[in-house]
């Protein structure tokens, strides 16, 4: 069954704290565990420090905003931490906001593993799963961060990238559905790879009964511009485009202040989080 939901988001310092923590811990992951490194002798005159190692690497994976640094407002292509934002919000609200049965794992965020710290990531914003009675779920997640007075804003179903042309692509081209599920298990854990693995296989050869997709799609708005009843766009009037797969759209809006400000807040936590 389709699913169109929106949620009011008050942004509080309780808000901006767990998303900069959040953010914090995506960015500086790593496939080590700091625990299992005691401080030793390497070299004569160096000693190894884990808890020097961490600042570091926390340090140098944390992008900095040349723009905000200079008080100035980044331009919308190129501000990583507004998109970041986004993909944190969907992440967080297919993994955990939703009821026990609803949610999916989603083993490894983009955030965590992109190339480049200052650049967005390319493809889908999110690969999740969740294991049924008789299939695995396959979670594909675009999201998207729009101050757009437009409604449906350009993001969701005009511009040539936009959630509806990039789901529809992936509705359509099994083929590239398949690659990037290879691509992602082969990073994966022995426990999730086979997961996923089943779902690579049974779309490979259309064995339908082991598996369903959902169209995951967030559109992360505020108080100002937002419109519960037409920002769904042809992800709910063209719904049936996505059958026998499943649209599961939610839009999280800032209830009280602006994505430019509350955009703004994150990064400051950030930063001072770093700094501190």
């Known amino acids: 069954m389709h699913k169109h939901q929106k ?9 901006i704290n767990k998303f900069a923590e959040m953010y914090l811990k995506q960015r500086s992951q790593t496939h080590f565990d700091f625990s299992n490194f005691s401080e030793q002798l390497l070299y004569k005159n ?3 420090d884990t808890d020097a190692l961490k600042q570091i690497i926390t340090k140098n994976t944390i992008p900095i905003d040349k723009k905000r ?4 407002e980044p331009n919308v292509l190129n501000d990583i931490y507004r998109s970041d934002l986004g993909e944190l919000l969907m992440t967080y609200y297919f993994e ?5 049965g609803e949610r999916f794992i989603i083993p490894l965020k983009n955030i965590t593993f992109r190339e480049r710290a200052e650049f967005p990531g390319r493809g889908l914003d999110a690969i999740g799963y969740k294991i049924g009675e008789a299939q695995v779920e396959i979670l594909l997640g675009e999201a998207k961060v729009s101050a757009d007075k437009k409604s449906p804003p350009p993001v969701v179903d005009s511009n040539k990238d936009s959630i509806y042309n990039s789901q529809l692509n992936h509705k359509n081209q099994t083929p590239i559905v ?20 089943i779902a690579i296989i049974s779309i490979e050869h259309q064995l339908t009964d082991n598996y369903n997709i959902t169209y995951g799609c967030t559109l992360v708005r505020d108080h100002t511009c937002v419109n519960s009843e037409t920002d769904y766009g042809k992800m709910k009037t063209h719904q049936s485009d996505f059958e026998s797969g499943k649209v599961h759209f939610s839009i999280l809006s800032f209830s009280d202040k602006t994505i430019k400000d509350t955009v703004d807040l994150f990064y400051k936590k950030v930063q001072a989080l770093i700094a501190s």
């Open 96 to 100: 955990e906001k939703l009821s026990e």
């Open 7 to 15: 949620i009011d988001i008050p942004v509080i310092d309780s808000f």
């Open 46 to 48: 160096l000693v190894f």
């Open 178 to 197: 398949v690659q990037r599920l290879s691509d992602y298990a082969r990073r994966l854990n022995g426990n999730d790879a086979k997961i996923l693995g």
């Open 69 to 72: 640094e200079q008080e100035l």
